[in-house]
């Protein structure tokens, strides 16, 4: 079965924080993707970045960072300096096969405030 | 410009009713899927499509309906059996490693 576990509901920081974000997932499969996707409150999901299941380096981009760790099945989100043009709900999603079909899952979400 | 476009942006129903939401995409992606999302909950997955002509039921499939006769096109629709329609409804078609989203449809029950 393929599963995402965002655990945290909501986090409230104060501006220039940083923040970690988690994601735990489960699958069977050997290939996959991952992925982190944004959601401001117009409603549209803003891609941020996508991890194959091979490939386990962390990726900064900016104040974005991403660590991939397989052997604890994570894939967390860290935001460094936070502003509040940060806050808004964040998905991870696992890209998997199941009974032959690829599917796209998502999880909870973590809602983030930032304050000024 | 290439995309996904759903249709409409807010829609109203009555009780009893059908409905149909549009989704069309141009990015010749085989793989669609549609998701329910309720306020501040995650993303439900309905229905998914990997090819024309089939498509596999997501985890909250009851009420819903699906059919997928053309590539870009991947239309659903609520029917009067789903018990509590209303909620925020987002369209993705993806390849492998990328999945692009609609802008959503809001469903309102009057």
């Known amino acids: 079965a393929q599963k995402v576990t965002q655990a945290q509901t909501e986090i409230s920081v104060v501006e220039k924080e940083d923040v970690t974000l988690d994601c735990v997932y489960e699958t069977r499969d050997t290939t996959y993707y991952l992925f982190w996707y944004k959601q401001p409150p117009s409603g549209e999901l803003v891609f941020l970045i996508r991890r194959n299941s091979f490939d386990e380096q962390n990726e900064i981009s900016g104040r974005y960072s991403w660590n991939f760790q397989k052997s604890t099945s994570s894939f967390n989100f860290t935001i460094t300096a936070s502003q509040v043009v940060d806050s808004a709900v964040y998905f991870c999603a696992l890209s998997a096969k199941s009974g032959g079909y690829n599917k ?13 | 410009d290439g995309g996904i476009t759903q249709s409409p942006k807010y829609l109203f129903r009555k009780e009893g009713q059908n409905v ?3 989704c069309e995409q141009n990015l010749n992606h085989d793989a669609m899927y549609w998701y329910r999302q309720d306020p501040g909950q995650g993303l439900r997955l ?23 006769e053309k590539k870009e096109s991947f239309p659903l629709t609520v029917t009067s059996a789903q018990k509590n329609p209303t909620a925020f409804y987002l369209c993705a078609s993806s390849t492998t490693d990328r999945a692009f989203f609609g802008q959503g449809t809001r469903l309102t029950v009057v």
């Open chain 1, 104 to 116: 796209l899952i998502f999880g909870a979400g973590t809602r983030l405030a930032v304050h000024p």
């Open chain 2, 20 to 22: 149909t939401l549009s």
């Open chain 2, 46 to 68: 309905i229905y998914y499509s990997q090819i024309v002509n089939d498509f596999q039921k997501g985890d909250i499939a009851e009420g819903y309906s699906v059919s997928r």
